[in-house]
């Protein structure tokens, strides 16, 4: 069989295992492999035999998912393993994910032990079409046994983590292609139920609010840019802390311990900065501040770098 007599699934095949340099030469062969090597989906072949990534941003080309791959070696924000998870294998499970998110509000016990998870949420061990639901606890004690790669969903705040990679995924932090990713696993399993998409509406929230809080609150550039606000640490240290926890948060926004107690309307001169107290301060931009107040209402006097309120 002559070179330009094979098929391009093969060519496909054989270039997408082929180093840098030596696809080079591949495509020097002639015309046809030239119009191989060019391909787009070249890529999508070297992205799957070296790093098992099998999706990208719908917008975007299969080469330039590989580029960031490469310069994300230890998976720390495009995670190959959420891949083997796809629509096909989770649309089975929709069924069961509703029953089980009707019943949260009650008292749901854990398969394995037996434990009530109504306030941990229970969870899936999703990997090789295993779909028995587990509290955290019996989830990481099976994933241990097996010693598989497992993606564990929690069901109750809608979060995916990678036992590999150590870390939520298509959070904050990870690459745009695996946060598309996942919303589109998490869509399978919550579209045909209107409690599935009132916790999608809350998951978007918390991960709105993550960045608000990661970009404006307590960063030099917040001082920087003039007016800012003080927020009681305390809650809103509590308030991010329960958006790690895929949770949005309680309001009102507490800031009584920041009066005066001498003087109404007046900041306590006792306040301090970064205080994991009582009392204690951050300091917030007004676009975080108006979104605070909006979103959780308002408990206390209001306090700024200029005019104390």
Same mark, same amino acid.
């Given at each position: 069989?002559?070179?330009?007599?094979?098929?391009?699934?093969?060519?496909?095949?054989?270039?997408?295992?082929?180093?840098?340099?030596?696809?080079?030469?591949?495509?020097?062969?002639?015309?046809?492999?030239?119009?191989?090597?060019?391909? =787009?989906?070249?890529w999508k072949?070297?992205?799957?035999?070296?790093?098992?990534?099998? @999706?990208?941003l719908?917008t975007?080309q299969?080469?330039d998912? @590989?580029?960031?791959?490469?310069?994300?070696?230890?998976?720390?924000?495009?995670?190959?393993?959420?891949?083997?998870?796809?629509?096909?294998i989770?649309e089975?499970y929709?069924?069961?994910?509703?029953?089980?998110?009707?019943?949260?509000?009650?008292?749901l016990?854990?398969?394995?032990?037996?434990?009530?998870?109504?306030?941990? #949420?229970?969870?899936?061990?999703?990997?090789?079409?295993?779909?028995?639901?587990?509290?955290?606890?019996?989830?990481?004690?099976?994933?241990?046994a097996?010693?598989?790669? #497992?993606i564990?969903?929690?069901?109750?705040?809608?979060q995916?983590?990678?036992? =590999?990679c150590?870390?939520?995924?298509g959070?904050?932090?990870?690459d745009?292609?695996?946060?598309?990713?996942?919303d589109m696993?998490?869509?399978?399993?919550?579209?045909?139920?209107?409690k599935g998409k009132?916790?999608m509406?809350?998951?978007?929230?918390?991960?709105?609010?993550?960045?608000?809080?990661a970009?404006?609150?307590d960063?030099?550039?917040?001082?920087?840019? %003039?007016?800012y606000?003080?927020?009681?640490?305390?809650w809103?240290?509590s308030?991010?802390?329960?958006?790690?926890?895929g949770?949005i948060?309680?309001?009102?926004?507490?800031?009584d311990?920041l009066?005066?107690?001498?003087?109404?309307?007046?900041?306590?001169?006792?306040?301090?900065?970064?205080?994991?107290?009582? %009392?204690g301060?951050?300091?917030?931009?007004?676009?975080?501040?108006?979104y605070?107040?909006?979103t959780? #209402?308002?408990?206390? #006097?209001?306090?700024?770098? %200029?005019?104390?309120?």
């Amino acid at each position: 069989m002559r070179f330009h007599e094979l098929n391009n699934e093969l060519l496909i095949s054989i270039a997408g295992h082929l180093q840098d340099e030596d696809l080079k030469h591949f495509a020097l062969v002639c015309r046809k492999f030239a119009m191989v090597a060019c391909s =787009d989906v070249i890529w999508k072949e070297r992205l799957y035999n070296q790093f098992g990534i099998t @999706y990208k941003l719908p917008t975007e080309q299969w080469r330039d998912m @590989y580029n960031r791959k490469t310069e994300d070696p230890a998976h720390a924000r495009i995670c190959p393993h959420i891949g083997y998870v796809t629509p096909k294998i989770l649309e089975p499970y929709a069924a069961k994910y509703q029953t089980i998110l009707n019943w949260l509000d009650k008292n749901l016990n854990c398969a394995t032990c037996r434990t009530n998870c109504a306030d941990s #949420g229970l969870c899936l061990y999703i990997w090789k079409n295993n779909v028995r639901h587990r509290c955290k606890d019996c989830a990481y004690s099976f994933h241990k046994a097996v010693e598989g790669h #497992g993606i564990l969903f929690r069901m109750n705040v809608l979060q995916m983590y990678c036992f =590999d990679c150590k870390r939520l995924l298509g959070e904050t932090r990870g690459d745009s292609s695996e946060a598309h990713y996942v919303d589109m696993l998490l869509e399978t399993l919550t579209h045909d139920s209107e409690k599935g998409k009132e916790s999608m509406r809350k998951r978007e929230q918390c991960m709105k609010e993550r960045l608000l809080y990661a970009e404006h609150a307590d960063r030099a550039s917040v001082v920087a840019n %003039g007016k800012y606000y003080f927020v009681e640490r305390v809650w809103l240290i509590s308030w991010f802390l329960r958006l790690c926890d895929g949770k949005i948060g309680v309001g009102p926004v507490a800031n009584d311990e920041l009066e005066d107690p001498n003087r109404e309307g007046k900041l306590n001169p006792n306040s301090r900065p970064r205080g994991n107290f009582k %009392g204690g301060f951050s300091i917030v931009s007004p676009l975080l501040w108006n979104y605070l107040v909006e979103t959780y #209402g308002l408990s206390g #006097g209001t306090y700024t770098s %200029g005019i104390l309120q």
